[in-house]
């Protein structure tokens, strides 16, 4: 079996070089390049090419895959970059809007490459956001906790704004709280998706971890998961270079490729 040839994007990043770690102790995969904005020329010095950025990596380098950690924003120009030159992309990268979604998602069909972007790779994350959706059908009141740690870009993460999409999809809208209800602190309710509320938490010594709960007539129904390391994102990322190679279209959520 031929092996993949896989590039990793942000790999000077906590996520990135946890990527690498794993691609290199897979016997299926072979790193071929690096990619980071920290590397400031091309280099081969190290053995394994480091490039600056994805173009200049691709111009360069044959490569089956592109797993992507970097920061938002960048990581939509490194898919398209990819996508174009018949490379495909493996996001772990959050904060896309809708938009950019559909974008990469014409793209990937235009260019018959596959790509699959996942707000979290996870496993028990995936069933926490499947077993939030199911709940969202026998209750409209619920609010998400999402706590990270304090080096993350994004609020809310990308995770929590997957799980709300999901319980939207079941859940009567409702616009929770009380209707006379004031901030005497802005921002002190959360954020409000379609009525429901996020709650975004950033301290030191966390990892990702996310708690979704639903309120009832004298119940509380808490669904929690907790990534304690970054080696938890590991199992979806392997599946996801191994599954996208066979896709011609665009994946998003990790729940669409786990059976
Ligand atoms: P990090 O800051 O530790 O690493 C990001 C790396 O990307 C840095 O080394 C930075 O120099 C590099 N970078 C930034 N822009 C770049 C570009 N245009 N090209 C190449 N390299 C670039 O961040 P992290 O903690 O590793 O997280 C990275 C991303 O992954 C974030 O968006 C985070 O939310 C996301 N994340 C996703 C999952 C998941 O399961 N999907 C899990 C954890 C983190």
Known sequence: ???IRVVV??????????????VNNNSHFELVAMVDSKYS??????????????LSCFRTINADVLV?????????????YALENKVRPVVGTTGFSDEEINQLSEL????????????????????????SKIAAKYYDDVEIIEMHHDQKLDAPSGTASKTAELISEERK????????????????????????????VRLPGLVAHQQVLFGG???????????FHRN????????????????????????????
Do not use: W
């Open 1 to 3: 079996m031929e092996k």
């Open 173 to 200: 809208f409702k616009q929770q709280g009380h209707p006379d209800e004031q901030e005497i602190i802005v921002g002190s309710r959360g954020a409000d998706f379609e009525g429901m509320r996020i709650h975004s």
């Open 108 to 131: 990937a069909a235009r260019e018959k490459v596959g790509c699959i972007i996942a707000p979290n790779f996870a496993i028990g994350a995936v069933l926490m956001m499947q077993f």
């Open 41 to 54: 020329h091309q280099n081969s010095d190290r053995g394994i090419p480091e490039f600056p950025d994805c």
């Open 217 to 227: 007539t004298g119940e509380l129904l808490s669904i929690k998961h907790d990534s």
């Open 232 to 259: 938890s994102f590991m199992t979806g990322v392997k599946l996801s270079i191994e599954t996208v190679m066979k896709l011609e279209h665009l994946v998003y959520g990790l729940e669409n490729i786990v059976n």
């Open 9 to 22: 994007s942000g790999s000077c990043g906590r996520m990135g070089q946890e990527v690498v770690d794993m």
């Open 68 to 80: 992507d950690f970097t920061a938002p924003g960048s990581g939509m120009q490194n898919a398209i």
